[in-house]
């Protein structure tokens, strides 16, 4: 018998987007709603806490910054593909989380005056990355953690590791979970859910995200009928750290970091004479990888990575030390170069999911009951390219949304009760499918050979024959034994996490790739060298990609274009 807990909302996830979504339920709800975080790690290990360099908001009309100029970064920077009606939303709600967030005991860093510091991001009118020294993520996630324990109706379930979603009838109703702890499945009933589950950047193994940055979440969500949208943008910040691919934040060249290649060039004025370094991340990465492949890149002896110098002299020591100093550290314990004094290796390095679970303008999923918000949603206010500091706002923004949004639907409704044999197909699944399972290929061999496909195939340029051949491996390594666990053990299996990780992997990469095969145009972070030019014509639509028998089944959908006409971009 398989144990049921019940709850009235149900979010998985413990980053930005699901504590906020959870405080956001237990206040409008006054205190009444019963709610439950389900998260694989320990609340405060989400992968938010890395976030360093900023969130965006308008917080100075007065000095020059304006609610459309926000809007109208993003949208060019989306390269035209984000909804803007949800971009208005977005921008006109996030100054007041900017100053909730102070309320309840943000540490956010100050100007001379006193007032809340601002800096320059990538693609920005106007400095409006508003930063806690460059540990934006580890202060939002401490000062929201901090709010939701003190709410007494929210439940954490941590290091759970939730496997699928129980739904009859076209309705939500909970989740199935893994304690780590003991190994015990349990269904965790709610009459509404929230997926919050974040990015799955580890779809690449050159990557800034934590390791646990798996799309678990999506392919949830894609398994209970729900599609994914826009899967092929994918983000390759332009500095990663070599060879870890550690972040070296944005907020280096917003306050004044150079990128120079092997004659000492900042070769970005060729590619984005007006903001050089500060041009959009598709425009940067791109401009980087050019340079490496004409030549003018350095080699790293050791790994034969290419790479290109972030100078910070610029920036002058002083600000080094007192705003990017968790940079500094970084830059020292894992490279052993002091960027006072040298510049860093850096090159373009896995970063950011724009696409996700598709969802309306309230976050809401096509599965009645269930919403999502974070990285794991796609709104869309990113489109084809994120700015920088857009996401943590995204977070806070489609966080708080959902929460509410949740909040009022179940007030008066009763917990659903899910059939033994929908809890049951999922047991089976996991425990004689996976559990007892045999086969003879090790699956982190597989992990390793997907990561190397998505990395060689599906980075910063892309071709149709080279994402034929990602496509081919895929489905090649789907059909390979690699469903077992050697590890029998119930105890903190991390075997069976890691296998029930990989599953999710490989059905993700095979949306994002056949999304990116289908997508036969350059839009954003997604450049097609066979397709050089962006094809409003055809493609000025999203992608959305449902699960069948023979793999992925695509479908567009409009993109909300209100203000902004698509025009084409410069930096
Ligand atoms: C190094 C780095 C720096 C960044 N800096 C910035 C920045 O300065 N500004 C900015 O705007 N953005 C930044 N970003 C992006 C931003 O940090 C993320 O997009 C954002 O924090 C994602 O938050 P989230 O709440 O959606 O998900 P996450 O914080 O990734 O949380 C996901 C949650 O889901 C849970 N989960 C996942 N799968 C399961 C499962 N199967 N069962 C149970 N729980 C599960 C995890 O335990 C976790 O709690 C940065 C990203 C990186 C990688």
Known sequence: MVESLKH???????????????????????GKADIAIVTKLQAMRSHSIS??????????????DSLESHAFDTVKGSDYLADQDAVDRFVSLMPQEIYQLEHWGMPWSRREDGRIAQRNFGGYSYPRAT?????????????????????????????????????EGGQFM??????????????????????????????????????????????????????????????????GL????????????????????????????????????????DVVSRGMMTEIEEGRGFKDEKTGLDYLNLDFAPIGAEKIKSRLSGIREIAIKFKGIDPIEKPLPVRP?????MGGIDTNIDGATRLKGLWAAGEAACVSINGANRLGANSTSECLVWGKITGAEAAKYVEGKSTPQPSNETIMIEAGRIFDGIF????????????????????????????????????KGIRELKKEEYLHCEDKSRIYNTNLSDVLELEGMLLVAEVVVSC????????????????????????????????????????????????????????
């Not at 390095?349 to 999911?353: G, K, L, R």
């Open 8 to 30: 009235d909302i149900v979010i998985v996830g413990s980053g930005l987007a699901g504590l906020r979504a959870a405080i956001e339920a237990a206040r409008v709800s006054g």
């Open 51 to 64: 976030a360093e360099g900023g969130t965006a908001a308008v917080l100075y009309p007065e000095l020059g």
């Open 131 to 167: 930063f806690a020294e460059d540990k934006v993520g580890f202060f939002e996630m401490q000062t929201l953690y901090d709010t939701a324990t003190k709410y007494d109706n929210i439940t954490f379930y941590q290091e759970w590791f939730a496997t699928s979603i129980l739904a």
């Open 174 to 239: 909970g989740i199935t979970a893994i304690e780590r702890k003991t190994g015990n499945f349990a269904a965790i009933l709610g009459k509404a859910g929230i997926m919050a589950t974040g990015g799955s950047g580890r779809l690449y193994s050159f990557a800034t995200y934590a390791y646990s940055s798996t799309p678990d979440g999506m392919a949830i969500a894609y398994r209970a009928g729900i599609p994914l949208k826009d899967m092929e943008f994918i983000q390759f910040h332009p500095s």
């Open 242 to 281: 070599i060879p870890s691919g550690i972040l070296i934040t944005e907020a280096v060249r917003g306050e004044g970091g150079l990128l120079l290649n092997k004659d000492g060039d900042r070769f970005m004025k060729k590619y984005a004479p007006e903001k050089l370094e500060l041009a959009s991340r």
């Open 349 to 353: 390095v896995c970063h950011y999911v």
């Open 436 to 471: 007892h399972g045999r086969g003879g290929t090790n699956p982190y061999e597989v992990r390793d050979k997907l990561q190397r496909l998505m990395a060689k195939n599906v980075f910063v340029f892309r071709t149709g024959e080279g994402l034929s051949e990602a496509l």
């Open 516 to 571: 990116a095969l289908a997508r036969t145009e350059s839009r954003g972070a997604h450049s097609r060298r066979d397709f050089p030019k962006r094809d409003d014509k055809n493609w000025l639509k999203h992608t959305l990609a449902y699960q069948k028998d023979a793999g992925p089944a695509l479908e567009y959908s409009p993109v909300t274009v209100t203000r902004y006409k698509p025009m084409e971009r410069h930096y």
